[in-house]
């Protein structure tokens, strides 16, 4: 190799290799399902909020009860309105024995 190659500001391009291109292939239709699949998904929750009706309620609570409320809702792994929803229905099907 000359010296005038090797500070060459144009080198020459790296090998194509078809194993890479397999690669980026499956990990762009990998992407693709995932995006589909998000989008599925946020469409059905925008579907289930229009049949459920739901209205917008604002509430202040303790502040230990909430501390409580996130805590258990990460341990649930769900979100602090899924506890609420749960505990307000069964406190109301309750009162309505």
Do not use: W
Not at 23 to 42: F, G, P
Not at 44 to 51: D, F, H
Not at 62 to 67: C, E, I, R, W
Not at 76 to 84: A, F, Q, S, Y
């Amino acid at each position: 190799m000359s010296i005038k190659d090797k500070y060459n500001k144009n080198p020459k391009e790296a090998p194509k290799s078809k194993g890479n291109r397999d690669v980026v292939s499956k990990l762009l239709q990998q992407d693709n399902e995932i995006i589909q699949e998000i989008a599925n998904t946020d469409i059905q929750v925008s579907v289930n909020a229009v049949e459920r009706k739901i209205k917008k309620a604002t509430f202040e609570l303790d502040a230990d009860l909430h501390k409580r409320l996130r805590a258990a809702a990460a341990l649930e792994e769900c979100t602090m309105l899924d506890i609420v929803d749960v505990a307000l229905k069964e406190y109301l099907d309750k009162l309505n024995r």
